[in-house]
């Protein structure tokens, strides 16, 4: 299948890379040809199955950006540094302004654009900067190649060995109706402690934008990192976020992924837990109403031994819409005893929903302790009954047992940035379509 | 069970059966496989390679009605047009040469091969699961008189006079062409892949079973399929139909291996389960190591009607089969019980489709993979729950035991959901030989080896116990030849 | 009503099957004899593109259509799987032939 338009591409990939040093241009066009080559990923292949690639091509070069975010995320407002070690904003894929504590300033950590951190930074950022593209097969690679030659900007950040963030840093980005490209980088050096809270809007409900983000992900030794991400865009906002993540010794990866919003969202999440006693912990939440499609992948790579994994996405349907979750776990011969689990439920809130469960394990020794498991079911009428017989009305008991069900995921989320909200959207949605 | 915890009763009834039975294997095994020819000249085989003048011939040969010729041109056609699945073990598919299989054999007797000639493993084999030895020359295709069709026993006159129609498929359409003409193809057509394809354009061979309403078959029908002509394809094709509220247990099975080299199977089986039907299908395959068994197997169950396919897989170089039940009747049930052994340079890649299309549809898959010597058991299975299948109820588990670091299981499991009141579970483990299970077993004297088949016999015990006996006895003798020099 | 045109009457001549895309409909129009069949262009057994497939006269002389993946056919006139592997209905759009031109009916809110 031909790539097309790419010309308008070629020209927007290099008037990028014009303000870039030479190591970056020269990646951006290696991404390009790359993408140019390879093509379009085959609807037979399997993580293609439900989403038709052809959707996911942008019609034309990346917008210019907006400089102007709008109104701020609540918690956001005080303008203390109460919860948050660093506050950013992003528009578009590019970093707009950043802050951190000036309490903590001495510390050494970096939250700043990307690009940016490309020129001034070179020795911490080249290193890391596409390092894992080839990571768990290089799955979903070609549109991480295409936003690896166009992207706009993006958020560096960056927490020195040893040290310790008590308060998240809190990222929001939000995206127009353009199409946009970001890339951004998170690397925890070793030992250290941090958490990651990063969400994604639409500027307008109506935007029908297209939003193609990297973000990378590196977990050194000892260290521990929490991602957080929310996405709530626009209905007719397509988002198609390739999370790639790479663990070291004893590193410790928790992600938390909330997902409510987007016409259709292709989305790609790779964990490499490279070196022995590395481990990840994925919850997942996905809340598909309207004509929503939303299609998220994860790939768990055991590719050194003793690591272990525990993964649980959870996702409820309603309206017309449609969750697929296709979840890879490989423990190849170099992974012995390993551990990983996986857990996909899915909540079925009307005839017209859609949930599709593909868990997948391929485990090539034997010294593993392994399993899956998926359950596709309704609301649990005794759990409905039994909630009612306490004196609920039917829609507040289904919003109960609905949000009950997303809670394990939403109370990871750090006290007062986003849980509050995602539970509100929740409930706005539940009493929407019951 | 879990490999964790000391055997359960169960296990240790099935190593006991397995004791003591096994040294009866083969005491009646003439009776009970033996064959009888009742056809005489045997003087047809095709040239390698397939193109229309092949399929012309093996259809005029079999002097088959117009339509059958001509679905099977027209799945030539198909066949030469669909590309090579994509996916599954795509690089041993590609090493099929379909220009040097012939696709059809009737004669017998050009081969001439030695018992010498026959490898050691496979007399050895014999030995142990005490095949008498006129029938060892004839499994090791030394004395080979039966090729692509199917021989079957002789009807027992009770079945003619319940009206039970138990015959080869070419037979079938011969003598019941309108009904067959009906159904064939329904099930599973041509266009369906592209190994269906090349069935339809050269079968040859399998059973045709039609069981009237309310006919209840006791006994179990019993086909032995085999390949023993170097490079010869294998292409049977099953139909079977279950009149409503009939009943019938069908057995396709080959515990013995066979011995040839690289060749291809690559069958066909439809059953249609009436409404109140029953259908068991229960298949052993043992396959030599180096055949490919590229098999598409698909039931359609009416209202209140059961398909149950039992399905053991040992032999071959590549099995790519997952058995399939269509419940688009009210109430109707399916349940598939699978075993899959993946020994060295073997790859099983097995499972099951289960398609609820009616309320309140039932269906049940319980599948149980073994892997060893850097054999690779691969389970693949869809549930699909159709919008309108409300109160369909859904469970799968399926459980790997690798026994070595050098083997492989993979779990490919698609579930697709399109309806709200429904359950749908679904779990899947992978372990090795739990050591407390071992230490355990060998504190009260049994050897590691010992141990080791009753820990494998335990975990494929849910398959052996819905076996008949002989057969259960005969696995489970094979799966000790499988296992022997795995450990110590 | 929502009635609109597909195409000129010329562009879709006896035994033809092609694919228009209209808003979020893919669909597959069929033309047989002087009847004019528009269906969505997905099979509902696996999303194969029915429009690339090919007319057949079923068991019971009714027009289907045949999926070019793996042979599911359906019937033109309403809908209906008549052959496995599909075996539920696609959606059907009532079309018709007006002057010069074919015209489909597709609601709104569909």
């Known amino acids: 299948m031909s790539v097309s338009p790419l010309s308008p591409l070629v020209s927007a990939s290099l008037a990028r890379a014009s303000g870039d040093p030479d190591w970056l241009a020269a990646a951006r066009a290696a991404g390009l040809e790359r993408y140019a080559k390879g093509g379009l990923p085959s609807r037979a292949e399997h993580l293609w199955r439900y989403t038709d690639p052809v959707r996911l091509v942008p019609g034309s070069a990346p917008s210019d950006p907006e400089t102007r975010f709008g109104d701020l995320p609540p918690d956001f407002a005080d303008g203390t540094f109460e919860r948050a070690s660093a506050y950013a904003i992003a528009r578009d894929g590019v970093l707009l302004r950043a802050a951190v504590d000036p309490l903590i300033a001495h510390l050494g950590f970096l939250v700043e654009d990307l690009r940016a951190a490309a020129a001034s930074r070179r020795a911490l950022v080249e290193p890391r900067l596409f390092a894992l593209r080839d990571t768990c097969d290089g799955a979903g690679g070609r549109f991480d190649d295409l936003a690896a030659a166009l992207f706009t900007g993006g958020t560096f950040v960056h927490v020195p060995r040893g040290v310790t963030l008590d308060r998240p840093v809190r990222i929001a980005h939000r995206v127009g109706g353009g199409f946009a490209a970001s890339r951004s980088l998170v690397v925890a050096e070793a030992q250290c402690t941090a958490t990651v809270v990063i969400d994604l809007s639409s500027a307008a409900e109506t935007d029908a934008g297209t939003l193609h983000e990297t973000i990378e992900i590196h977990v050194g030794r000892g260290a521990e990192l929490r991602v957080v991400f929310v996405q709530r865009l626009g209905d007719r906002a397509t988002h198609a976020p390739v999370v790639r993540s790479r663990v070291e010794r004893d590193g410790v990866l928790d992600t938390v992924t909330v997902a409510l919003g987007g016409g259709l969202v292709k989305s790609l999440q790779t964990v490499e837990l490279a070196e022995p006693g590395a481990r990840a912990n994925a919850l997942g939440i996905v809340f598909a109403d309207g004509r929503r499609h939303l299609d998220h992948h994860t790939f768990l790579d055991h590719a050194a031994p003793s690591t272990s994994s525990d993964l649980d996405y959870r996702a409820a349907v309603a309206g017309r819409s449609r969750s697929s979750f296709t979840g890879r776990l490989r423990i190849p011969a170099a992974g012995a005893r390993s551990s990983a689990h996986q857990s996909n439920r899915n909540l079925v809130l009307a005839d017209t929903a859609r949930a599709d469960a593909i868990p997948e394990l391929e485990i090539l020794t034997n010294d593993v302790s392994c399993s899956h498991a998926v359950a596709t079911s309704p609301i649990d009428e005794e759990q409905l009954h039994f909630a009612m017989t306490r004196g609920l009305s039917p829609a507040d008991a289904r919003k109960l047992i609905v949000l009950g069900f997303f809670e394990p995921a939403l109370e990871k989320i750090p006290p007062g940035m986003l849980a509050d909200g995602v539970r509100e959207v929740l409930e706005r949605k539940l009493g929407a379509a019951s | 069970m879990t490999p964790d915890n000391g055997p359960t009763p169960a296990e240790t009834a099935a ?76 690089k041993l598919l590609d090493d099929i040469d379909f220009a040097n299989i012939h696709y059809y054999v009737r004669a017998s007797e050009r081969q001439g091969k030695t018992w010498e000639e026959v490898p050691e493993q496979v007399k050895k084999t014999f030995d142990r699961l005490g095949i008498p030895e006129a029938e060892r020359k004839f499994l090791a295709g030394v004395t080979a008189q039966y090729e692509s069709e199917v021989v079957y026993h002789s009807i027992r006159e009770d079945l003619d006079k319940l009206g039970v129609v138990f015959t080869d498929m070419d037979t079938g359409l011969r003598e019941h062409e309108e009904i067959v003409r009906r159904h064939w193809g329904t099930v599973i057509p041509s266009e369906d892949n592209k190994f269906s394809a090349l069935n339809t354009a050269v079968w040859s061979g399998g059973s045709f079973v039609y069981v009237p309403k309310g006919v209840k078959v006791e006994i179990p029908l019993q086909a032995y399929f085999r390949i023993n002509t170097e490079n010869m394809g294998q292409f049977e094709r099953t139909l079977i139909i279950a009149d409503e509220g009939s009943q019938v247990h069908y057995i396709e099975g080959c515990t013995a291996p066979t011995y040839s080299s690289d060749s291809l199977h690559s069958a ?69 019980l699978s075993v899959a052994f993946s020994g060295k340079d073997q790859h099983q890649d097995a499972g099951s489709k289960v398609v609820h299309v009616a309320p309140n549809t039932t269906s049940v898959v319980t599948s149980k993979s073994i892997s060893k010597d850097g ?24 459980d790997a035991l690798i026994l070595d670091a050098a083997s492989r299981s993979d779990t490919y499991p698609t579930m697709e959901v399109d309806e709200k009141k429904v359950a749908v579970e679904h779990e899947a483990t992978v372990s090795k030989v739990g050591d407390e299970q071992l230490f355990f077993l060998m504190s009260r004297g049994l050897t590691e080896e010992e141990a080791t088949l009753l820990i494998v016999n335990g975990f494929i015990e849910p398959f052996t116990k819905e076996l008949p006996m002989e057969y259960a006895v005969e696995l489970n003798r094979l799966i000790q030849l499988e296992m022997e020099g795995s450990v110590g | 009503m929502t009635e609109r045109r597909l195409c000129a009457a ?63 056919r359906f019937e033109l006139a309403t809908g209906r799987a008549s052959r496995m592997p599909a075996v539920s209905p696609i959606e059907r759009f009532p079309a018709r032939v007006s002057g010069d031109d074919v015209l489909v009916d597709i609601p709104e809110d569909a």
């Open chain 2, 375 to 398: 054999g690779r058991g691969t389970y693949r299975g869809l549930v699909k729950v159709h919008k309108g299948a409300k109160g369909a109820k859904v469970n799968v588990k399926c």
């Open chain 3, 10 to 72: 010329a562009d879709l001549p006896p035994g033809a099957v092609r694919v228009f895309e209209v808003g979020p409909w893919s669909l597959a129009a069929a033309r047989v004899a002087n009847a004019v069949h528009v269906v969505e262009n997905r099979c509902s057994h696996d999303d194969g593109p029915l429009g690339a497939g090919r007319l057949v006269e079923g068991a019971s002389g009714s027009a289907e259509i045949e999926c070019p993946r793996h042979g599911a």
């Open chain 2, 268 to 336: 066909v089986v439809e059953l249609i389960a009436m409404p109140g039907s029953k259908i068991r299908y229960t298949t052993i395959q043992n396959w030599s190591k180096n055949v490919y068994n590229l098999v598409t197997k698909r039931a359609v169950a009416h209202a209140g009607a059961r398909v149950e396919w039992i399905d053991g897989n040992l032999g071959s170089k590549l099995t790519m089969k997952y058995p399939a039940v269509y419940l688009v009747g009210e109430r109707a049930h399916a349940e598939i």
């Open chain 2, 15 to 90: 190593a006991e059966r397995t004791a003591s039975e096994a040294r009866d294997i083969g005491g009646d095994y003439d009776r009970k496989y033996g064959f009888h020819d009742d056809e005489s000249a045997y003087d047809f085989k095709s040239k390698k390679g397939l193109d229309h003048a092949i399929v012309e011939m093996i259809s005029r040969y079999k002097k088959e009605p117009e339509w059958m010729r001509e679905r099977r041109h027209a799945a030539l056609d198909v066949f030469l047009a669909k590309p090579m699945p994509r996916w599954g073990n795509s």
